[in-house]
């Protein structure tokens, strides 16, 4: 796993059990989203069990904010860019994009 299913876990409001000892998204288990599990077959299994109860911490989850932020970075940037460039005031939803062509390689 890259950590994309970690990030995206908190917005989707799903439990996540994360297969590995250590996670660089330590933020998905400070939230009370994901659990560590580890590699071993027999954690896996008693994290399954558990989460399945209930009153588990699984069925608790609930969507909680992404401590990964909106999803509105590029939109952010724009109006950064905007206002850096003197363009303050304008809505960055307006900003036409020019279409890029790509070249298959």
């Not at 027999?42 to 992404?66: H, I, Q």
């Not at 509105?72 to 850096?84: G, K």
């Amino acid at each position: 796993d890259s950590g994309g299913v970690q990030e995206e876990a908190p917005s989707l409001g799903k439990p996540l059990l994360i297969l590995r000892e250590n996670t660089e998204r330590p933020e998905t288990v400070d939230c009370g989203i994901a659990r560590l599990v580890g590699a071993s077959p027999d954690r896996l299994r008693d994290a399954l069990l558990e989460a399945e109860m209930p009153g588990s911490w699984a069925a608790r989850v609930r969507p909680v904010d992404n401590p990964f932020g909106k999803g509105d970075s590029a939109a952010r940037i724009v109006e950064a860019i905007m206002a850096w460039s003197g363009s303050a005031g304008s809505n960055a939803e307006s900003v036409e994009m020019p279409a890029v062509e790509v070249s298959q390689a």
